[in-house]
């Protein structure tokens, strides 16, 4: 199965602060890597797709980069409304695998 | 607009089969998409249990596998899930999801229903 590590699992930020978000795949899974928002309580929002494309409807300062093994996700201007867990998954092969999570918190 | 809703019991006892079903609304199942099943544990992350065509093709994850069934309903547009031989580690939210055909991301979700595992 393909590992996704992602860091860090939790990230304490002042509203306006850059956030960035690692995952690094235990192979290369090209590009196909997707980036999901879960607030408490609700389900997973796909926020990036394709590792760096971005989603419609999806705030601009959601941004995505990466291929092959690693890859980063950013928040430009971190907002309140921002704080949530967010998540990497691969779409290259089965079994579909998730990164642990990172955890952001609004200090 | 495409939604999905969970639905099925909250509480399953160990060893007994978890069956749920997620019905689609505002899109035809027979459409070219995938309909998946995730789940996650309380305070935990995200597993992928499997996801089928409307034709009947199906992708298990390999751990679940042999414990696992889904199905398709065209009829009622709708889908589900079964996992037989449940215990507590089963006990988790149980999310199904829509994915279009080829290596696309799961978007979107629905709600999500808890499935408690009691023994």
């Known amino acids: 199965d393909i590992v996704m590590a992602q860091s860090p699992t939790f990230v304490s930020v002042t509203p306006g602060e850059k956030v960035t978000i690692t995952c690094q795949a235990s192979e290369g899974i090209g590009n196909y890597l997707y980036w999901y928002q879960q607030k408490p309580d609700q389900a997973p929002k796909l926020l990036i797709k394709y590792a760096s494309q971005s989603i419609s409807g999806v705030p601009s300062r959601f941004s995505g980069s990466g291929s092959g093994t690693d890859f980063t996700f950013t928040i430009s201007s971190l907002e309140t409304e921002d704080a949530a867990t967010y998540y990497c998954q691969q779409g290259y092969e089965h079994p579909l695998t998730f990164g642990g999570g990172t955890k952001v918190e609004i200090k | 607009q495409v939604q999905l809703q969970e639905s099925g019991p909250g509480l399953v006892k160990s060893s007994d089969t978890l069956s749920l079903t997620c019905g689609v609304s505002g899109y035809s199942i027979r459409s070219s998409n995938w309909w998946g099943w995730i789940r996650q544990p309380p305070g935990k992350g995200l597993e992928w249990i499997g996801y089928?065509?409307?034709?009947?093709?199906?992708h298990y994850n390999p751990s679940l596998k042999s414990r696992v069934t889904m199905s398709v309903d065209t009829s009622r547009n709708q889908f589900s899930l079964k996992l037989t031989s449940v215990t507590a580690v089963d006990t988790a939210v149980y999310y199904c999801?829509?994915?279009?055909?080829?290596?696309?991301?799961?978007?979107?979700w629905g709600r999500g229903i808890l499935v408690t595992v009691s023994s």
């Open positions: 089928i065509y409307y034709s009947g093709l199906i």
């Open positions: 999801a829509k994915k279009e055909d080829g290596r696309n991301p799961f978007d979107p």
